[in-house]
């Protein structure tokens, strides 16, 4: 094997912010940032948007969306559109 091309392999601490969990897992991941676990030792730090602590298919909970459907959206959108035109056009005559 060739030397030095291989990155190395160490502890990081990953933080999942959603869920405001970490972890502890061996990874060759590089980060500039550090910072102290629980246990007082310092580890490189990784943050993490989704993880199996806050995906919804490990959880089992479901995230309340706020939009409105797709077609709902649309007729919303367009409820007027058809009847719009027709005040103008009687208006111009």
């Known amino acids: 094997m ?12 990953f933080h999942d912010t959603a869920a405001d969990v970490y972890f502890l897992i061996g990874s060759t991941v ?10 007082g030792t310092t580890y490189p730090y990784v943050a993490l948007d989704v993880s199996s602590a806050s995906h919804p ?8 969306t706020t939009t409105e459907g797709r077609i709902a959206g649309f007729n919303k959108r367009f409820a007027t559109f058809g009847s719009t035109g027709k005040k103008e056009t009687a208006a111009a005559q």
């Open 2 to 13: 060739k030397p030095d091309i291989h990155p190395q392999y160490r502890t990081v601490l």
């Open 57 to 64: 298919m490990y959880t089992g909970q479901q995230r309340k």
């Open 30 to 39: 590089d980060t500039d940032r550090t910072q102290q676990h629980t246990d």
